[in-house]
């Protein structure tokens, strides 16, 4: 099964003036290519800009690295660390291709005396 794991950005809103981000939509999908098998989660994440922090960054400067450790961030439970956080989300995605690739192959449509 060759699953690739992918993050994306899909839009952020910001105040021009600042330059600072203020709303992140995002998305993690996993995908099966042999089956086409895929499951995604997404979200929006609110944020409250501050040009007077020392980590503030600017839109015009953002990598989306920047973007995706604000995301991989604000998923942290408990003790977790953001890679913790991004291997869970991850991994939950990932279960849930595997199990469709398993229905998918466990199932088999047809009629006998159409072969």
Same mark, same amino acid.
């Given at each position: 099964?060759?699953?690739?794991? +992918?993050?994306?950005?899909? *839009?952020?809103?910001? =105040?021009?003036? +600042? $330059? $600072?981000?203020?709303? !992140?939509? /995002?998305?993690?999908? !996993?995908?099966?290519?042999?089956?086409?098998? #895929? %499951? +995604?989660? $997404?979200?929006k994440? &609110?944020?409250?800009?501050?040009?007077?922090? #020392?980590?503030?960054?600017?839109? %015009? #400067?953002?990598?989306?690295? *920047?973007?995706?450790? /604000?995301?991989?961030?604000?998923?942290i439970?408990? =003790?977790?660390?953001? @890679?913790?956080?991004k %291997? &869970?989300?991850?991994?939950? &995605?990932?279960?849930? !291709?595997?199990?469709?690739?398993?229905r998918?192959?466990?199932?088999?449509s $047809?009629m006998? /005396? @159409?072969?």
């Open positions: 099964m060759a699953q690739t794991t +992918t993050w994306k950005i899909n *839009d952020m809103v910001r =105040d021009d003036a +600042t $330059g $600072g981000v203020k709303t !992140v939509y /995002w998305e993690c999908n !996993v995908q099966d290519k042999d089956t086409g098998c #895929s %499951a +995604t989660e $997404g979200g994440l &609110r944020l409250t800009p501050d040009a007077s922090a #020392s980590d503030f960054i600017a839109y %015009a #400067s953002l990598k989306e690295s *920047d973007v995706l450790g /604000w995301i991989h961030n604000s998923l439970e408990g =003790d977790e660390t953001a @890679a913790e956080a %291997a &869970r989300i991850e991994k939950v &995605r990932q279960d849930k !291709v595997t199990a469709q690739v398993a998918k192959t466990a199932e088999a $047809g006998p /005396w @159409a072969a």
